[in-house]
């Protein structure tokens, strides 16, 4: 577990590789922050635990151009704006893993121009009051959605 006082990432990797097997990873921000930031990499969680938390914004994973795998993991984020995926291009792959978003706004996943599957996974929001129009997976008209299949989403 890590404690940031300032906007930053714990952990960054450009045209690399990174991977977790059997973890927990935490990371508590003061008022930004990112656990994982990605760029052009191949980033792999498998039965690993991911917890984030912020005051005003956070996110488990944000992703640019790199290849994500996502599998039996549990993963939280706790701000007013929280997300766990923020994915811009790449490809994104999360199966039978448990995701959670707790604040005043939230999404599991914000995916844009990405190429991604989603299957066997539990969404869950937590919110100080329901927003109409939220939607647990936001993602453009670029994205590609491979599959999409046997997610179960609660309080969005």
Known sequence: AATFDQNSSFFNVSSGSLHF???????????????FNSVNSFVFFVNTGLTVQAQTYCC??????????VKKCR??????????FSVNGGKFECRNSSLRVSGHLGRIAELTATTTSMTEN??????????RGVVPVWCDKSTVILEDSKNVSAGF
């Open 60 to 69: 488990a994973l944000s992703s640019l151009d790199s290849r994500t795998e």
């Open 122 to 131: 539990s969404y869950n929001g937590d919110f100080d009051k329901k927003v």
């Open 75 to 84: 993963v939280s984020a706790v701000a007013q704006t929280a997300v766990n």
């Open 21 to 35: 097997k059997n973890c927990e990873v935490t990371g508590v921000f003061g008022e930004n922050g990112t656990l």
